[in-house]
């Protein structure tokens, strides 16, 4: 048993290198606390490793990858787009800002890591593994390599955080998931494109969405500066009297 923890461990956590999943997890870092997205992340992991040893491979290979790979691209372009209109108008890195609740973030990184693991290929291997070793070892294995590869890039998420200001944080978060879900769309509608092509068409979204974000807050911050519309004016009733 022990050796078949050791050796998903393993197996996941170096498949797991460089994999979108952890781009996912340091990004989530950047955005909401640690412990939230960790705990996301382990429980997505728990429950799809769980399917892929539960049932085997037979079930992997009848997943409808294609709908899922479409659910959560649209995933991905849902959380960049949220995420950029909370920061679209904001122009004071000092501002009070709400606090925020740890339930709503939770589900968001548990649905999108679910949608971006099921049909990936961890859990073709996971299949693979526990049709010939026990599933409670490989499930477990995997799991916990998934979770400590992911842990990486939320430490390095928390490192890179405590040197910028929140609003780029969030306008960074956002437009990094812009482009997973047009890279996810890409490759999904147009499974012949190379990794290069669909990674260089895939920039032209956040792109996009990213000139326009600074160029919005660029006229805001104008206009607060110069006394417009967003400018508040004293009433005269104000004035002190003799």
């Known amino acids: 048993m022990i050796a078949m923890i050791l050796l998903s461990i393993g197996i996941v956590f170096l498949a797991e290198l460089g994999d979108k999943s952890q781009l996912m997890a340091l990004t989530f870092a950047l955005r909401y606390r640690w412990w939230v997205v960790l705990g996301g992340i382990a429980t997505a992991s728990a429950a799809v490793h769980l399917i892929s040893v539960g049932v085997g491979y ?22 960049g787009l949220w995420t950029l209109r909370e920061h679209l108008g904001s122009v004071d890195d000092d501002e009070p800002k709400p606090p925020r609740t740890s339930m709503a973030p939770f589900f968001v990184v548990l649905s999108a890591f679910l949608l971006a693991e099921l049909g990936d290929r961890t859990m073709f291997a996971t299949a693979a593994l526990a049709t010939d070793y026990d599933w409670v070892g490989v499930w477990l294995g995997s799991t916990i390599g998934m979770v400590v590869a992911d842990a990486l890039a939320i430490a390095i998420g928390i490192l890179v955080g405590k040197h910028l200001p929140e609003h780029a944080i969030g306008i960074g978060s956002g437009l990094l998931f ?29 792109a996009l969405a990213g000139a326009f974000v600074f160029a919005r807050r660029g006229r805001t911050r104008s206009r607060t500066e110069s006394g417009g519309p967003e400018a508040v004016a004293v009433p005269r009733s104000t004035e002190a009297r003799p």
Do not use: K, N
Request: avoid cysteine; hydrophobic fraction near 65%; charged fraction near 0%.
């Open 58 to 79: 037979f079930l992997g290979a009848a997943l409808p990858t294609r709908t899922i790979s479409l659910l959560a691209a649209l995933t991905f372009l849902a959380v």
């Open 178 to 206: 812009l482009y997973f879900g047009s890279a996810t769309m890409l490759s999904t509608a147009a499974p012949g494109l190379s990794g290069v092509a669909v990674a260089a068409i895939a920039a032209i979204t956040p």
